[in-house]
């Protein structure tokens, strides 16, 4: 890969009203004029890491090799939470040692973890409340010149990790949890495709959400008429409960960390 | 052109806080990692095609020839809804065949509509609720390699199409509706500078919009005081009624769908 | 610098659900395909200038030189107000005389000012609700392409300018306001690091804010406890007064223009 080329996405809670991410490219293009940026978000919910965690989980390995993701939502700016570099498999990450992570890493076992540490690859002076600016924008843009990544730290052994709450299944069924509401209301479980085609196929269930029960997992959104609910495995391999062309989270009067349930039905005996 | 440096325009309704984008930019970057983004919107209202259409209309064909323009706005994802490119005289359109290209269409008459088949550019597995990333975007992305556009499926004799409602026009004036609300409060109408070019120089005239009566066209907002209301022709090509330095949607109390008549005052004889 | 790789930054209060943004990007890559634009802002209040001239301040001069920056917060369009190309050291600014450079101005002194009137560098027919489009964007584009600023019009001998209230210091402290909230709700002063450096240093003080009294100006924002607010020298150079894990407008119920006091103890004697 010619390195005038590599890409960087950014992914941040920064929004989209302030001079933050504009001074993160501006001081990567001071390094590297070449680079491409790629947004993958600024919008995410203020401090919230596990929502930056679940849209790199969605993206990050569909990226060329190669690619550098920016992540910065730090909270702890300032603190000892440490700076870091990570690259799995062919992809690299640069941020905030919080958690935002912790997502790639469950899906990725093998990696090569680093502590920023080689302030050589800074931006002087380095401010104690935006690190996105001095610290990860010039470490990433270091990093798409071609610089080895231990070049700049040392080997750190572990990440600050954190896990979704895993589905319970068992013999009843599956309980699980919404873990994301997106934009159209769709509401995204926790309950992966495996749990359900292992279990759901196999006999009649019903599905609980809200004050609605739902009896099979549709093909599409579109498979119901318009303004009820349908369940669907959806893009990112997980049960998700919609409404055709409506707001399911404020149709069905769900938030983010309601329970869902699968019971399967026991046959008539 | 250099296939290289092809641009491929994004318009949707994916919001900004989700991976939908990013998944789709990472997906065509596998294919073509040489092609350019313009974002044209993400931020549409879910579900709103006469809005993507509208957007559609008013910037498409002033880029450069051989831009493709992706556009999913797609409650329909799954359903018997057709996947389709269209060329537009030097301009290519990729997405659902749902209404979103009707007002392109309205504007070029000469074009060339595939129904998208060929499931070798497409990204395996095919999801049911997420064409963008499985279908929309890998086609956009091999079209942007130079694979001529007969290969990606078979000729479509029409596209569905929906119109706005066309104002009407009689000896006593013009009837029209507001079609658009801008971020500013401008209200934007689908009355056309020609329909108003025609008639209201000839004689004097009075435009009725929600409680307010205006008796000219302006050249500019700024034709006004701090807080009046004002006629132009938009920079759509429109009739559009707006405050200066203030919001006329919230400040007229007028909302998306209101009428707007323009009534020729007779002579008194 | 190669003229095919500059950099084209726009700021704008366009938002991103309507076509202005697209169609000045549509415009620019028809006169110059290989410029690179990166997003500032897009979302800045309507018609707030000062808010783009605080965003320009923070950022602009971290970029490459040669760099260009569109920026159209443009209430007045199609008034009188002049439409300009300003060069400030290595930097190039364009958009309406209106106050929108005001503190980027403020900064550098060395600067050339032409006022655009060169109106062959235009897109035609030039619109007068839509500069951004007609006049801006082009005059970007080709001065991407590297014509030299006097062609674009005649010298300017100065623009228009705000500045932001000036913090009082006296003997008693510094009398500051609120000048930005940003995304989290942290409250950015006017009261620069230098005048707090030079005074705060030497004695102890306390500062008032809403009805909150901070008497430290902690390292970082992650000083104190969640929830706890925190004074901290922030990333712009000012002062900065925040709530860790927390949003320090709505808990303070602080807004933008409120008085903050940095008042010196006197030794007791």
New interface residues.
């Given amino acids: 890969m010619n390195s005038e080329?590599r890409?960087i996405?950014m992914t941040t809670?920064?929004?989209?009203?302030?001079?933050?991410?504009?001074?993160m490219?501006?001081?990567i293009?001071?390094i590297n004029?070449?680079v491409r940026?790629?947004d993958?978000?600024?919008?995410?919910?203020?401090?919230d890491i596990m929502?930056g965690a679940?849209?790199l989980k969605?993206?990050a390995f569909?990226?060329?090799p190669g690619t550098i993701h920016l992540a910065v939502i730090d909270?702890?700016?300032?603190?000892s939470?440490k700076p870091i570099l990570v690259q799995i498999q062919d992809q690299y990450f640069v941020g905030p040692d919080n958690g935002l992570f912790s997502l790639v890493l469950d899906k990725k076992e093998s990696c090569r973890m680093i502590e920023l540490t080689a302030d050589t690859y800074w931006r002087k002076p380095v401010?104690?409340?935006?690190h996105g600016?001095?610290i990860f924008a010039p470490v990433a843009a270091h990093v798409s010149t071609g610089i080895p990544i231990s070049n700049f730290g040392r080997p750190l052994p572990e990440l600050t990790t954190y896990r979704w709450a895993k589905p319970i299944s068992d013999e009843e069924g599956v309980q699980g949890w919404i873990a994301h509401i997106?934009?159209?209301g769709n509401l995204i479980s926790n309950i992966p495709e495996k749990l359900i085609k292992n279990r759901g196929n196999q006999q009649e269930f019903k599905i609980y959400i809200g004050n609605t029960i739902l009896k099979t997992i549709s093909?599409?959104?579109?498979?119901v008429p318009d303004g009820e609910p349908v369940a669907?495995l959806?893009?990112?391999g997980m049960l998700?409960v919609a409404i055709?062309?409506g707001?399911a989270a404020e149709m069905l009067g769900v938030e983010k960390g309601a329970p869902v349930s699968l019971i399967l039905q026991k046959p008539v005996s």
């Fill in positions: 080329s890409i996405t809670d920064f929004g989209s009203q302030d001079y933050y991410v504009s001074a490219k501006a001081v293009l001071g004029p070449s940026f790629v993958i978000s600024h919008d995410l919910p203020p401090q929502a679940w849209v969605n993206t569909l990226y060329p909270p702890g700016v300032g603190s939470r401010s104690n409340t935006f600016r001095d997106d934009r159209y093909k599409s959104y579109a498979s669907v959806g893009s990112s998700e055709y062309k707001n």
